[in-house]
């Protein structure tokens, strides 16, 4: 199989994947003990509290952000510093909404989110990707609690902040990303999702479910960053480029490598070319010898 068919055949395969573990492991998941992931969005929902939050629309709302730009809020992160969206700019951004009151879903999520940030830093190196952690509770989430969160997490890795927001920035924010949740009983319904926004903060993809399958978000990141923009014209911009490519996942053991045997085909490929255009030249070079051509 030639390197452009393994690679097609390798992105349909991780297209699959989305679409047959993104529905089953999907949109909504309720918390009976003070913590619930669903939702419809902040402020800006019309809708009476009453009424049982709507999954189906929730998923409509955030597959409708995907190609959204998202605005240069401003928030404040777990060491009281302020941070301005587009200052993680430049790299791809991984965007986690969460409430720190949550007992079950959002710090499994966030537990969860860590392993695969971290096959992903393992694969791509760590300045790769950046991941940012929203506490939508915008009273309660405040600086203090978003870095108790964190610590209980046990989460120190690099580029990753967690930060808090004013009511108005979570609601702008969550609508850009098609975050819907909404306060019940139980704390809040909302929608488990983990946005990818590419390094010019495009939405990408959304991933939905608390344990989901590290490709349905790595391979997002892999997509981004082999379209992005580096020196092509240097050997480290090159072996770059063959890195992405040729790095795969390995379900037996969960994690990234790079696949040697890419580069063998391209090798052999190369060499194979090279035989028959030296076969090609010498036969004609033979003809012309023997007066067979003109």
Not at 86 to 112: A, K
Not at 182 to 196: C, K, L, M, N, Y
Not at 257 to 281: Q, R, W
């Amino acid at each position: 199989m030639s390197l452009v068919s393994k690679t097609r055949v390798c992105s349909l395969a991780a297209v699959l994947i989305v679409l047959f573990f993104g529905g089953a492991d999907l949109v909504y998941a309720q918390h009976s003990d003070h913590s619930s992931t669903q939702g419809s969005h902040t402020a800006v929902s019309a809708e009476p509290a009453a009424i049982e939050f709507n999954a189906e629309r929730a998923f409509q709302v955030s597959q409708q952000a995907i190609g959204t730009k998202l605005s240069n809020h401003l928030f404040i992160d777990s060491t009281g510093e302020a941070v301005r969206f587009n200052d993680l700019l430049g790299r791809p951004v991984v965007i986690s909404m969460i409430y720190t009151s949550c007992h079950h879903i959002c710090p499994t999520l966030t537990s969860h989110l860590a392993n695969v940030a971290d096959v992903g830093r393992d694969a791509f190196g760590d300045e790769a990707f950046s991941v940012l952690t929203v506490g939508f509770d915008a009273p309660v989430d405040t600086p203090q609690q978003m870095a108790m969160f964190a610590a209980q997490r046990g989460i120190q890795q690099p580029h990753w902040r967690f930060v808090s927001a004013d009511d108005e920035t979570i609601a702008a924010l969550s609508n850009e990303l098609g975050f819907l949740f909404e306060a019940s009983p139980r704390g809040f319904d909302h929608i488990t999702q983990t946005t990818v926004v590419d390094g010019g903060g495009t939405i990408r993809n959304q991933v939905y479910g608390v344990n989901f399958d590290a490709p349905l978000l790595i391979e997002p990141l892999k997509h981004i960053l082999r379209g992005e923009v580096f020196k092509r014209d240097t050997v480290e911009g090159w072996w770059r480029d063959i890195k992405l490519l040729c790095t795969v996942y390995d379900p037996t053991t969960g994690r990234y490598h790079f696949d040697y045997s890419l580069i063998v085909l391209v090798i052999m490929g190369f060499t194979s070319l090279l035989v028959v255009a030296i076969f090609i030249v010498r036969t004609w070079r033979s003809s012309r010898r023997l007066g067979l051509t003109s």
